[in-house]
T-cell receptor
Framework: AQSVAQPEDQVNVAEGNPLTVKCTYS??????LFWYVQYPNRGLQFLLK??????LVKGSYGFEAEFNKSQTSFHLKKPSALVSDSALYFC????????????FGSGTRLQVQP | GAGVSQSPSNKVTEKGKDVELRCDPI?????LYWYRQSLGQGLEFLIY????????KSGLPSDRFSAERTGGSVSTLTIQRTQQEDSAVYLC?????????????FGDGTRLSIL
């Protein structure tokens, strides 16, 4: 079975400061990892993915994430937060073989204060 | 539009009624997924289509739930004899078939409320 943990229900950060949203995963096999963002009354919007290769992945809107195999983590980061980054963030995983459906974490609400 | 389209955006119905939710994927996307998002359960996978066939139905919570896809495009999710616990946002996603690493692109969902 595969699972994703997002240990923080909410992250608060001041505008201009760096932000980190944490994600750890558990799979049997090689993971494909994804980050999505959800704004109110909207669907999930793809931010970035890790499939293979460089452990540091860059995505949309200045976000990046670092894949750490030994710690089974895939934390989302941004050097300088914007108020408009305030939203709900989901980490998701699937393995490279078998089931195509994504397993999602419970989500982390990011609140960026002006 | 270029994105995944879902209708209706909101649906309110009485317990015991049947409902149909529609998803129109991105043109050319052969893979289609249904998920359910609810406060208590988070995001749950329901069913996956590749073309018109559904190789993975493992997430459907009961036999009241069914889905079909015709012409490799539009999909409908049907819930029969709705119960209050079916209240949730139903999300559809699509992705390209080529390669297994393509991201899923989501619609804005159908918010279903069972009275």
């Amino acid at each position: 079975a595969q699972s994703v943990a997002q240990p923080e229900d909410q992250v608060n950060v001041a505008e201009g400061n760096p932000l980190t949203v944490k994600c750890t995963y558990s799979v049997s096999g090689n993971p494909y990892l994804f980050w999505y963002v959800q704004y109110p009354n909207r669907g999930l919007q793809f931010l970035l993915k890790y499939i293979t290769g460089d452990n540091l992945v860059k995505g949309s809107y200045g976000f990046e994430a670092e894949f750490n195999k030994s710690q089974t983590s895939f934390h989302l980061k941004k050097p300088s937060a914007l108020v408009s980054d305030s939203a709900l963030y989901f980490c998701a995983v699937r393995v490279d073989t078998g089931r195509r459906a994504l397993t999602f974490g419970s989500g982390t609400r990011l609140q960026v204060q002006p | 539009g270029a994105g995944v389209s879902q209708s209706p955006s909101n649906k309110v119905t009485e317990k015991g009624k049947d409902v149909e939710l529609r998803c129109d994927p991105i043109s050319g996307h052969t893979a289609l997924y249904w998920y359910r998002q609810s406060l208590g359960q988070g995001l749950e996978f329901l069913i996956y289509f590749q073309g018109n066939s559904a190789p993975d139905k493992s997430g459907l919570p009961s036999d009241r739930f069914s889905a079909e896809r015709t012409g490799g495009s539009v999909s409908t999710l049907t819930i029969q004899r709705t119960q209050q616990e079916d209240s949730a946002v139903y999300l559809c996603a699509s992705s390209l078939r080529q390669g297994d690493n393509q991201p899923q692109h989501f619609g804005d969902g159908t918010r279903l409320s069972i009275l």
